[in-house]
């Protein structure tokens, strides 16, 4: 929960500063450089009617008690810090207005897609226009029609250059803490202003009143964090209208992340478990007729206890992976360096923790029956190499097919995949599989995701029975080499005298 207030916090700050409620001006918002979670969370710009920059801000969102944090590099918000930060912002900027002299934009009405990255560009009178790439070719979007691409490129490069000034000590700029807590049961918004050289308070705070526009902002704004997190529209849009309505269960729900042993033993895992034990025994049984016309129902009833209890300590290893992903720094660092990142943290590592189930479900199987004196070691390691060639296929085809979709496919909407992020990427991704989405004409992403599934499921069925069937290919040659060896030697002893009472039936 920690990352999603800080996302709605951000979103607060920008809607409390870009609407006029602090000092009756409109700041027009500039996007700073973003490099993991130490970055600027935002800057504005005073405009004039002319477009021309009059002061700029350099501000930190913190929800509840939270504190600026000392790093490396100095204290947050500090000189020290801010500097290096607002260097790569205005060469983030120069790259783009390079970019569009070299290859040109062109401007739409239409808003960006939802999830795509977008570079805020200020404008007149505190307006703002929004710059995107689409299949390589940059787009904006601007307050009028007026705006041409000349006119973007040049404001491009006036707010490179005063971020470039303000990082060298030539501009002056201002500095803010934007502060979102709950009291008494209602959303409190306060800014403080800082020294830009130290990062300490000065002067009096400005605490900004939350009225039912702010109520409805902030309801649009947790549910767009809840999205870039992972989570589904649907529960995205429950749980905002939820935490709106009532700020006290924002406050509640789970302040500090961290490990607990009982996620994943629940009623349902137990139905899962169970489930997976009645397939196995009707399946096993169903063979068993066909093949020899009896049942063994001792055996068959074991390994369908065998498989239940797999399953369910499979399924709570994985969940309990999944939380190490996203709990501890370790796995957030793993699911930061993925190429899959942009499909929101939570689904990959879902996806990571369900493999690690799949991982630990397949070694219990292998090696439980073997323990239990129904098969030998050899069986054991052979289950065992088969089931994690499934599972290897599985995960390969699963995630290797979205990577390849989410770098290179494009969305129904024409905009590039690897442009979007979070429940929008994820979206876009599984209904490529499905030809698009619903409304282009294709199934939507749901059935897109049965799609993939379903196809990286008969590729691991697929992989397991072949290693099962070269494992019985390599036991048939080595019996027939066995029989083979067996008739040589009795031969060789015939011939040696060595057991005559065999030389005529040999002869015969």
């Known amino acids: 929960m920690n990352p999603i207030k800080g996302a709605f916090t951000e979103h607060a700050m920008q809607r409390a500063l870009t609407s006029g409620a602090f000092e009756g001006t409109r700041w027009a918002t500039a996007t700073p450089y973003r490099a993991g979670n130490q970055g600027i969370d935002g800057l504005f710009f005073r405009t004039d009617n002319r477009a021309n920059l009059t002061s700029m801000m350099v501000s930190d969102a913190k929800f509840g008690t939270a504190k600026l944090n000392q790093t490396s590099s100095g204290l947050q918000m500090s000189r020290t810090w801010t500097r290096p930060r607002l260097e790569q912002t205005a060469h983030s900027y120069d790259r783009i207005a390079s970019r569009i002299e070299s290859g040109g934009c062109r401007q739409t009405k239409l808003h960006p897609p939802s999830g795509v990255k977008t570079t805020d560009v200020p404008w007149k009178n505190g307006d703002t226009i929004q710059v995107w790439e689409d299949h390589g070719k940059f787009v904006f979007r601007g307050p009028d029609d007026t705006i041409r691409p000349q006119d973007l490129v040049r404001q491009i490069r006036r707010t490179s250059q005063w971020l470039q000034g303000a990082a060298e000590g030539k501009v002056d700029y201002r500095s803010t803490l934007t502060t979102v807590d709950i009291v008494d049961g209602k959303f409190v918004i306060e800014i403080k202003k800082l020294d830009p050289e130290t990062a300490k308070q000065v002067g009096e705070s400005v605490t900004i009143k939350f009225n039912e526009r702010m109520k409805a902002a902030t309801e649009r704004s947790l549910g767009k964090a809840f999205r870039e997190y992972g989570f589904s529209d649907q529960d995205a849009k429950a749980l905002a209208k939820h935490c709106s309505q009532d700020p006290e269960f924002l406050k509640q729900m789970n302040p500090k992340s961290r490990l607990n042993w009982r996620a994943g033993i629940s009623w349902r895992a137990v139905g899962v478990a169970g489930i997976a034990a009645g397939i196995f025994f009707i399946g096993s049984s169903l063979l068993q007729l066909l093949c020899t016309g009896n049942i063994d129902l001792k055996k068959t009833g074991f390994f ?205």
Do not use: K
């Open 304 to 508: 369908a206890v065998l498989t239940a209890g797999s399953t369910f300590l499979g399924q709570y290893a994985g969940i309990q992976a999944t939380s190490l992903l996203t709990v501890t720094s370790a796995g957030q660092r793993l699911i930061a360096l993925l190429p899959l990142r942009s499909l929101g943290a939570a689904r990959l590592a879902g996806s990571l923790g369900g493999f690690a189930g799949g991982f630990i479900a397949s070694i219990l199987i292998s090696y439980l029956a073997w323990g239990m004196g129904w098969s030998d070691l050899r069986t054991a390691n052979r289950s065992l190499t088969a089931n994690l060639a499934g599972l290897g296929g599985f995960a390969g085809i699963y995630l290797g097919a979205q990577m390849a979709v989410a770098a290179w496919g494009v969305a129904s909407t024409g905009t590039a995949i690897s442009t979007l992020s979070g429940a929008a990427a994820a979206n876009a991704t599984m209904a490529w599989f499905g030809g698009g989405a619903i409304g282009a004409g294709g199934i939507g992403a749901s059935w897109g995701a049965v799609i993939l599934s379903g196809g990286a499921a008969a590729i691991a069925i697929v992989l397991t029975l072949s290693v099962t069937g070269i494992f019985r290919i390599l036991d048939i040659r080595e019996r027939r080499r066995l029989v083979l060896g067996r008739i040589e030697l009795v031969g060789r002893r015939v011939s040696q005298a060595l057991q005559p009472e065999w030389h005529a039936l040999c002869a015969s």
